[in-house]
């Protein structure tokens, strides 16, 4: 799209959500996250494309409770510019609502469709139940293919906003600035002391300090929960880390289950690939983790061992980084050979993506493959091996992979 115009869209979202009237930054996160929360990767349903939350049975999901509220204020925008789709509008204003609170900048492409009826609403349910623990919160998110690094960080999206006891029946606020974006919420988790609140509504939890502040037996589980935690410690120390990790996650969460061009990080390479070559295209549908005789057919049309120019990336690379396991079965198969210990200009190899993103079966692939050997040898720029960057991302599957594996 036009700069220019992304320029006028992002100001008009912004005069919506902040004016003499209202600030409603927490409540439009709340809704970008609502929309694309709903996703299922195995089913591929659900998600921010078509803005179903419009419809029934979707509007009337008690967990969506008060959210027609900036549906309502963002569409004056949808008027102004009637080519640029609700469900676009109701994403962009969650991840503009966080940079404008202070947070970071979320990666967000446009490209979403709007349905004009709730034929695609995903059945109530799929959101997250605050009252419930750590097993539900895997449930839920590792439906959408997050992991728990990227549950925790999500969850910091607690720093803004409050909880309405008209709306969820929880009452309060995180911390003591709703309306900033920062690691508060992390740092009161670890720092305060938690206490039962003791009233007639949802058990939830008051700080023993202030009294003024809340959680919710979903945040307490981050805390308590031994694979959670070390994330929450970070981000309570690091901010940087929180505001990095948040941005990759939300960036993530608000392209599920949309179409392949509202993916923020394969949109650089798609304008890369419409611009070049044959193996480009060949590289891009790797990375999409296309259908094997779609690659094949791809791979016949191209040098499939050719790398993108500016990352020194190959097409095994990308079917690693984003984890499809059919794709780098073929790559490195003795049909299209592609050699494992190839590193790309931050000198990583495939397997050091497919170990830090946590990939078991392209690892597993991999580990059987040509070039394994000096692959799992191989330092990046920072010095890391793939088994390096498994410990460091909590990839303890990954871990265990690598340590059975004789080289
Ligand atoms: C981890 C599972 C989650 C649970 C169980 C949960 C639950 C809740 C509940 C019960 C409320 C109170 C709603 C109300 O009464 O108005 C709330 C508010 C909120 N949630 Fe979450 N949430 C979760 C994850 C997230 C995520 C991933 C984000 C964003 C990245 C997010 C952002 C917000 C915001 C900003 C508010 C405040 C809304 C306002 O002030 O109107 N939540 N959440």
Do not use: I, K, L, T
């Given at each position: 799209m036009d700069p220019q115009k992304v320029e006028c869209i992002r100001a008009d979202v912004r005069a919506s959500l902040f004016n003499r009237k209202v600030i409603a930054f927490p409540i439009a996160t709340r809704l970008a996250w609502h929309a694309s929360g709903t996703f299922e990767r195995s089913s591929m349903t659900g998600g921010s494309d078509g803005a179903t939350m419009r419809f029934e049975p979707e509007a009337a999901d008690p967990a969506n409770a008060g959210l027609s509220i900036p549906r309502d204020l963002l569409q004056n925008v949808h008027q102004k510019y009637p080519d640029v789709s609700l469900a676009d509008i109701y994403t962009l204003a969650g991840a503009l609502a966080v940079e404008f609170a202070g947070g970071p900048r979320i990666p967000f492409q446009f490209g979403r469709k709007d349905d004009t009826n709730g034929r695609r609403c995903p059945a109530h349910g799929r959101l997250p139940d605050a009252s419930q623990g750590s097993d539900h919160l895997r449930d839920v998110f590792y439906r959408m293919g997050f992991d728990d690094r990227e549950i925790v960080a999500l969850s910091g999206g607690h720093t803004l906003g409050r909880c309405h006891f008209s709306r969820s029946g929880f009452d309060g606020k995180w911390t003591h600035a709703p309306l900033v974006f920062d690691n508060s919420y992390f740092k009161n988790l670890i720092t305060l002391t938690w206490e039962e609140r003791k009233w007639d509504g949802n058990r939830q939890f008051t700080d023993?300090?202030?009294?003024e502040l809340m959680m919710l037996p979903t945040d307490i589980a981050l805390k308590t929960d031994p694979a959670f935690r070390p994330w929450v410690e970070l981000y309570a120390r690091d901010e940087a880390a929180f505001f990095r990790d948040f941005a990759d996650a939300f960036g993530k969460l608000l392209a599920l289950g949309t179409p392949p061009q509202c993916c923020p990080f394969a949109a650089k390479a798609k304008a890369h690939a419409s611009r070049s070559a044959p193996s480009a295209i060949f590289r891009e549908a790797c990375m999409h983790g296309s259908s094997v005789p779609e690659i094949r057919d791809l791979a016949s049309k191209c040098d499939p061992h050719e790398l993108e120019p500016h990352s020194r990336r190959s097409a095994l690379h990308k079917a690693a980084f984003w984890g499809h396991d059919h794709a780098i079965k073929l790559l490195v198969g003795p049909e299209l050979g592609l050699r494992v210990d190839v590193q790309d200009s931050d000198g990583d190899t495939a397997l050091h993506d497919a170990c830090k993103f946590g990939h078991p079966g392209c690892v597993r692939a991999m580990l059987a493959a040509n070039g394994a050997a000096t692959a799992m040898r191989a330092r990046n720029k920072q010095g890391k091996t793939p088994a390096d960057l498994a410990s460091e991302y909590g990839k303890t599957e990954i871990v265990q992979i690598l340590r059975g594996a004789r080289m």
């Open positions: 023993a300090e202030s009294g």
